[in-house]
């Protein structure tokens, strides 16, 4: 978490506002990561970015570093439970849980986490918009408010090769995504991190939406971008951990309402 993060947090305590602590032992921590994997996969199955088997989300262990939690290929987002959750180590082993491991999963997010320390989760989907707009090979403009987040904060991948099971190709994509939030891999589709998995699968979430606000809005006309001066001041609202984190929590509300049985 970073400093500027870290002291929002600190001035929250005592307010009523929600902190993004997960907990004081690395047992406690875990749960929580978890149980946040798990909501963010049954919020993506209600947002329709699930498509057969292809999509994963991972959260790396707090007290293993180099193990990450990452969903079993098969199950469904709409039905995935805490349990049927895999852990991982960066050669590819199943650590626990039981389920097939996907080969795309382990080569893409392995080498982000292996090369961003600074990652606890990320996320990756063939989602329709996102897919879409990939396939033009372009970043986002700043045209909104909400795709600012995005501004000078995102990479393009343009080699598209097949399914990622190479592991030079997972290379390469973490190579692509640098040190920001999220990358577009061409003719694929989109891959989002943050240092929680709520602010990850929020970026997600909101890439998928302004990847949609851009194709509708450039199949009408020519959109107006924001100035870079203030496409910037903006990023720094919108687009910081604790704005990623926090618009997830309405979304974690609902869904822990509706679905409770994930918990499971």
């Known amino acids: 978490m970073s400093e500027a993060t870290n002291n929002i ?16 032992t690395p047992a406690e921590q875990r749960e929580h990561r978890k149980r946040m994997l798990t909501a963010a996969f049954r919020l993506f199955g209600k947002f329709g970015f699930d498509e057969g088997v292809a999509g994963h989300i991972t959260v790396r262990d707090p007290e293993r570093l180099d193990h990450f939690w990452v969903n079993p290929m098969g ?36 080498h982000i986490h292996k090369t961003r320390p600074d990652v606890t989760a990320a996320a990756h989907s063939h989602s329709v918009y996102g897919k ?8 986002l403009d700043p045209i909104t408010q909400d795709a600012c987040a995005f501004y000078e904060d995102h990479g393009v991948f343009d080699d598209f090769t097949g ?6 190709e997972g290379e390469r994509i973490a190579n692509a995504l640098g040190d920001n939030k999220a990358a577009i891999l061409q ?32 199949a009408a006309g020519t959109p107006k971008l924001i100035t870079p001066e203030n496409a910037k001041a903006t990023h720094e609202t919108v687009g910081s951990e604790l704005a990623g984190w926090f618009s997830f929590q309405p979304l974690l509300s609902v869904i822990t309402a509706e679905q409770p049985d994930m918990f499971e």
């Open 9 to 24: 947090v600190m001035n929250q305590e005592g307010s009523g506002i929600p902190t993004m602590g997960e907990g004081d």
């Open 75 to 110: 199950v469904s987002f709409k039905q995935m439970k805490v349990s049927d959750l895999l852990l991982v180590n960066h050669s590819g082993e199943v650590v626990e849980g039981n389920g097939l491991l996907n080969g795309a999963a382990f080569t893409i997010h392995s």
């Open 132 to 139: 879409s707009w990939s396939s033009l090979g372009r970043p």
């Open 163 to 168: 399914v990622v099971l190479d592991m030079n």
């Open 187 to 218: 003719n694929h589709g989109l891959v989002t991190v943050g240092e929680s998995v709520e602010s990850a699968a929020w970026w997600f979430i909101t890439m998928e939406r302004s990847c949609q606000a851009q194709l509708m809005a450039e």
